[in-house]
């Protein structure tokens, strides 16, 4: 059977999930990408996976670098969120002006978000059009407030209201 791409997309939107921003630090530069392809995997040793897009700037510096953080971000960070899901100079010249600071690997850990984790690069593996990156845990912190939730597509802003599958 051949998977049409819209039925693939449309299905698949159909898990909700929170959305994370990938950050990482290559050649003094600094990385950042809005990622939900995020999952925790093993907790002896603590590693989780983020899977991220062959042709994403961000592949070749994590690769780079070998450390990235995945920072969780809350409702009231929309902004950044799509900010660091495009290509444009605000990204990469300015970071998406997010407030920063770094913990173990260097890799930039967004002010305010709902938690980050700092991981160093343990393996990767093919994915198709992506690479799924498993990540050690290095250093960890949870935050306080309310998470943004990504369904069908769209940003979850009022969970009360949630739309209904289709
Ligand atoms: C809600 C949302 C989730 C996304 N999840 C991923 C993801 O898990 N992996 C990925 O490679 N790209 C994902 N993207 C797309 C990237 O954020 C986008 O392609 C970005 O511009 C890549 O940046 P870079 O080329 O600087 O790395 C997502 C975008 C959105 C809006």
Partial sequence: MTVDSGDFRRVLGHFATGVTVVTTRFEERLYGFTANAFMS????????????????????????????????????????????????PEKYEHFCAAN?????????????????????????????DHQIVLGEVQALESGVGQPLIYYRARYVLNPRKIPSGS
């Fill in 41 to 88: 995997i093993s907790l002896d040793p603590p590693l989780i996976a983020i899977a991220v897009g062959n042709g994403n700037a961000s592949r070749a510096a994590i690769e780079g670098s070998g450390v990235f953080c995945v920072n969780l971000m809350a409702r009231d960070q929309m902004d950044l969120v799509r900010c660091f899901a495009t290509n444009g």
């Fill in 100 to 128: 920063h600071h770094t913990a173990m690997t260097g890799a930039p850990i967004i002010e305010g978000s709902l938690g980050w984790i700092d991981c160093r690069v343990s393996a990767t593996y093919p994915g198709g």
